[in-house]
């Protein structure tokens, strides 16, 4: 940190030096000793990815460690030492002085409580809130809705499960700004929102700091996000902070090696798939669905509402080419995901048909012992959740060889098995070793990868990723798409479901779009993202972060 | 937001919190091992016989002959305490083997198939459930005359229905996981998910409740000797003892005290191992060593 004119210093919004957060009973160094600051009416974003510390930081200055985990430095903030502070002065600066909007807005509210009480009881508690009376203070509810994008006037109303994520958010935000903050801390804000809703949030967060010249601290792992919302970026990397720049200066010329690899590894929307599929369009089709419609059964009481709504999937018509690998790619709630359960087996479509391979899979149950059996080695999935996608109480090598096991009709001698084990392991990358461990003792991209082989071991033609790329950190992320590239040399065509535009591009040679359960556009990848035609698929491209202030609107 | 490999997660927190049962762990294996022991052996160990009437002594206090005294016939309390472990212990394992491996299974099946099957399997549940236990017993224990072991059979009976509601949800939470649908697509059959992917980790659940199951299950037992119902009178048993022995109380309290504290410190230590076992098979289904 280069030496600062004191008085300066004194200036400065928030101060931290030397800030250390242990884990008290091993003694181990999660946040190492780091120092920083907070301009007035700056915003800052703190990166890095999971596990680097960032969120512990937001959590130590916020006095809000969690058990077992002790802080200490030195924090000033407006020029005065917080770091004695007991409980009780501390909580009077959350909140008066420091507001904090958390990753997922529902947890964040008391499930209890409607909107408008959340925000009033936030009011109520300042000096001026409390002699508020009822009609002042929901002039003063409204207002602030209003500051925050929120005009519909049923919202206070609102219990949060009424609300969607991106509503929610915009709550918690206003909730976060009761008390006029003079900074915001953010801690992943918009990571458990859809890409078309991040960017409202994060648009709304900006102009809400620019009006209010309120000093904002982003927590993300998201480069993108953190280069078009903030005018400095601090890298952190396993409790330090290994990089400051601003955005520019980071992109072209970032000095520290963790961040040209963090940069490297977020891709850049124009990367299309490296080695384009042989096969062309009229290849015959590996996977027909045919006007596949499913109505998920509500009970009773909802069925009035039910039948206004849409069906999970209607009229649903698809073709993948053996070879050419097909994404699929929506909002979440668009049927994606219920659509390829439905090519599993794990849910049976309303009507329509599924052909794969030419086997009629619209009715798993009805299909004989052996074409059940060509199906299940025919298709394979790879889910979005590592951690619960490998069932805890096995080895890998027990998970892999019961795979192999239902793949073959005759039994392979132990040799065999373990054999073909180990090729499994060495084709997504990982040593022999693994055999023997427990998912536990591996990371959110090693189980992955163990996922991936379990499906391989089926010799799949069709694998289907749910989203299974969106739970990884950028740099994994990376490494998991190298496997699945290679995967696809091998022969196995994708199915790819994501939301996210920039994998789509990377990995799939068409590209299908479906919104609220209707395919609404489909064509070639490049065709489809650069020549966009449907509303939806604009929005969804207007969605990807760019990494420029631009993105946002305004300078 | 917390990387599930967050420090709150990691080995060294789950070790501070093994520090505090401190001693309380070997003490309560200590117990429920001596407890074992005398269950087999008791009869063996046993200085003088249980049965053996001392009319000349009757309700005498502590002596070097008669290390807890005797009651009102004169028999020594030691050698029937010890005597007495065995009808104590033995129905409760019984009836605690019983309940969980039928509970276990209806949970298995009402939780995994869902449906009609779990429908039927959870009224038929609720409908045990919603009887009046004591009442229950009193009556059937009358309808067929008696004995220890009827007590045992109607114990299960009405104890099942817990461990299914409790088994069957912890399957369900297991049900809906990724890791079950995987199987499933790979072709694993349904037996094979029930036993081989879903029960290992429903494990610590169940070890749990089978404890639980065998303090609920003495203390019952021995409240039924107090009633007279289940062993024959005479018999040495804690509850028996109980009940026979509380006129004694001023003459020679230990009579009484001493199945009661056998009563409470067996229970109190099986139920502790309970809870000490489940984070043991908790910790061990999700860490690698």
Known sequence: MPDVDPRQRADRLLDVEGLTVTHVGSGRLLVDGIGFHVERGESVALVGESGSGKSLTARALMALLPRGLAARGRVRFDGNEVSAHGERQMMSLRGQHLGLLMQDPFTMLNPLTTAGTHLAETLRSTTEGASLDRSALDADIARRLEEVGVVDPAVPDKYPFELSGGMRQRIALATALAKDPELLIADEPTAALDTTTQREVLRLLRRVQR????????????????????????????????????????????????????????????????????????????????????????????????????????????????????????????????????????????????????????????????????????????????????????????????????????????????????????????????????????????????????????????????????????????????????????????????????????????????????????????????????????????????????????? | MMPPEAPEHDASAVGSRSARWGVLVPVCVAVTGVVVVLAVLGGWLAPQDPDHQNLLSPAAGPSSEHWLGTDDLGRDIFSRILTGTRSAVVGPIVAAIGVTIIGLLLGLLAGFHGGRLEAVIMRIVDLVYAMPALLVIIVLIGLFSGGYWAAVGVLVLLATPGTTRILRAAVLAQRGLPYVEAARTVGVSNRRLIFVHVAPNVLPTVVTSFLLEFVGALVALSALSFLGLGVPPGSPDWGRMLAENRGLLELNPWAVLAPALMLMVTATAVTVLGDWLYERFEKARTSND
Request: glycine share 6%; net charge neutral; hydrophobic share 40%.
């Open chain 1, 211 to 555: 009006e209010r010249e309120m000093g904002l601290l982003l927590i993300t792992h998201d480069l993108a996000v953190a280069f078009s919302l903030c005018e400095r970026i601090m890298v952190m990397k396993a409790g330090r902070i290994v990089e400051v720049a601003d955005p520019a200066t980071l992109r072209s010329s970032a000095r520290d090696p963790y961040t040209t690899r963090l940069l490297a590894a977020d891709l850049s929307f124009s990367d299309a798939r490296r080695e384009p599929a042989a096969r062309s369009v009229d290849a015959p089709p590996l996977l027909e669905v045919r006007n596949l419609s499913k109505d998920f059964p509500r009970p009773r009481r909802l069925r009035r509402a039910a039948a206004q709504g849409a069906s999970a999937l209607a009229d649903v018509s698809i073709t993948v080419t053996e070879g050419r690998s097909l994404g699929l790619v929506g909002e979440s709630g668009s049927g994606k995901s219920t659509l390829a359960r439905c090519i599993l087996g794990l849910e049976t479509p309303t009507s329509g048909s599924i052909r794969l391979d030419g086997l009629e899979l619209g009715r798993y149950g009805s299909l004989a012992k052996a074409e059940l059996r060509q199906a299940r080695g025919a298709v394979q999935c790879v889910f979005q959740d590592p951690y619960s996608t490998l069932n805890p109480a096995h080895s890998i090598s027990f998970i892999l060889t019961e795979a192999i096991r239902h793949r073959e009709t005759d039994e392979l001698s132990r040799e065999e098995e373990e054999q073909e084990v180990l090729e499994l392991l060495d084709q997504v990358g990982l040593p022999a070793t693994f055999a023997g461990r427990r998912p536990v003792a591996l990371s959110g991209g090693q189980r992955q990868r163990v996922a991936i082989a379990r499906s391989l071991a089926m010799k799949p033609r069709l694998l289907i990723c749910d989203e299974a790329l969106s739970a990884l950190d950028v740099s994994v992320r990376a490494q998991v798409l190298d496997v699945l590239e290679a995967v696809q040399a091998r022969g196995v065509t994708l199915l790819f479901i994501t939301h996210d535009l920039a994998v789509a591009r990377k990995v799939t040679d068409d590209l299908v779009v479906l919104y609220r359960g209707k395919v609404v556009e489909a064509g070639t990848t490049a065709e489809v993202l650069d020549n966009a035609q449907h509303d939806h698929t604009r929005s969804l491209l207007a969605a990807v972060p760019t990494g420029e202030p631009a993105w946002l609107g305004g300078r």
